[in-house]
């Protein structure tokens, strides 16, 4: 089997696509690349095993190096996110961040769901940071409920 030689896009199902283009680029500065797709064809709905598949998606560039695929399925009716960050298959976005507490005021001034204030990983008190010890992060969700993470390295 050929080997993986880079990551090259994220997808993410969302509800409505152009209030999570907005949301994405309002809050985070993820701005859309312009790129952009509709597919209503068996073989795709094959492909992401989704039948009488009808989907929309927009890619949008978060930092340098990752791109971020939105994706709205008109068909079927998707069911809402429920998931929890324990939960077997969910997974979180992570970005990374300059300054992670001037981050948090703006989200809380934006009204933006934040899970708790940020926490700088240190040994002790249950946890074994190791590698990961001075690391600030914080967790929040977007407009789906969908777990992000802002990440800050301090040392």
């Known amino acids: 089997m050929s080997r993986v030689t880079r990551m090259n896009h994220?997808?993410?199902p969302v509800s409505d696509l152009a209030r999570s283009?907005?949301?994405y680029e309002d809050v985070l500065g993820?701005?859309?690349?312009?790129?952009?797709?509709?597919?209503?064809n068996p073989a795709i709905g094959a492909v992401v095993e989704v039948e009488n598949a009808s989907m929309r998606a927009s890619f949008a560039l978060a930092?340098?190096?990752?791109?971020l695929e939105l994706i709205q399925?008109?068909?079927?009716?998707?069911?809402?996110?429920?998931?929890r960050n324990c939960d077997v298959g969910v997974m979180h976005l992570c970005f990374e961040v300059d300054d992670l507490?001037?981050?948090?005021?703006?989200?809380?001034?934006?009204?933006?769901?934040?899970?708790?204030?940020?926490?700088v990983l240190e040994d002790g008190d249950g946890v074994e940071a190791g590698a990961l010890?001075?690391?600030?992060?914080?967790?929040?969700?977007?407009p789906d409920g969908i777990?992000?993470?802002?990440?800050?390295?301090?040392?």
Request: hydrophobic content about 40%; overall charge negative; aromatic content about 8%.
């Open 133 to 142: 010890a001075g690391t600030k992060i914080l967790y929040l969700r977007d």
């Open 30 to 40: 993820i701005a859309p690349s312009g790129v952009t797709i509709s597919a209503t």
């Open 10 to 12: 994220i997808g993410v």
């Open 21 to 23: 283009l907005r949301w």
């Open 147 to 155: 777990q992000l993470e802002l990440f800050q390295l301090l040392s």
């Open 73 to 83: 399925y008109d068909s079927p009716q998707p069911k809402p996110f429920t998931g």
């Open 63 to 67: 930092g340098d190096n990752v791109l």
């Open 101 to 119: 507490d001037t981050a948090h005021r703006d989200l809380v001034e934006r009204g933006v769901h934040v899970n708790a204030d940020p926490v």
